[in-house]
């Protein structure tokens, strides 16, 4: 009887965790109210990103951290999202070979990295027939 209700106390907290869906975070970019989540729903968009193979390169972790290294310069401290709506649906344009979303950093550890204030908008590409995703259209990792 234990192990039935730890099971059916486990599945309801599951259940009530995946119907609130993702955490939305909101703030100004470039003037306007923009939403932002750390997911996608059916690719895992967490992971090392190179550029070639190499560097620079991107690291986006599931906390909503990372790192980001511009070319010849070092890694440094990021927050990072995926535009999203305000409820928290990735915006995006969807095709049968993928999806392009827009990825947004905040520069935490060294501000001057961003375009608009700490920020800077990329483009992120998930290619479902190569199975990979890519970040600005050079730093790249598999699925």
């Not at 059916?42 to 951290?65: K, N, Q, S």
């Not at 535009?83 to 947004?104: I, M, N, W």
Request: with cysteine; proline share 6%.
């Amino acid at each position: 009887m234990k192990t039935f209700i730890c099971g059916l106390v486990a599945m309801l907290a599951i259940s009530s965790a995946s119907a609130e869906g993702p955490k939305v975070h909101s703030f100004t970019y470039n003037g306007s109210v923009v939403y932002g989540v750390n997911v996608l729903p059916d690719v895992d968009v967490t992971g090392t990103y190179r550029f070639e193979g190499g560097e620079p390169r991107a690291e986006l972790r599931p906390d909503g951290t990372g790192c980001w290294a511009n070319h010849s310069r070092p890694c440094v401290g990021i927050k990072w999202w995926l535009q999203a709506d305000a409820a928290g649906k990735p915006l995006g344009q969807y095709g049968a070979g993928g999806s392009l979303h827009t990825l947004l950093i905040e520069h935490v550890e060294d501000p001057s990295y961003g375009r608009v204030g700490p920020y800077n908008g990329f483009e992120l590409a998930v290619d479902k027939v190569g199975r990979k995703v890519i970040i600005a259209g050079e730093r790249e990792k598999g699925f």
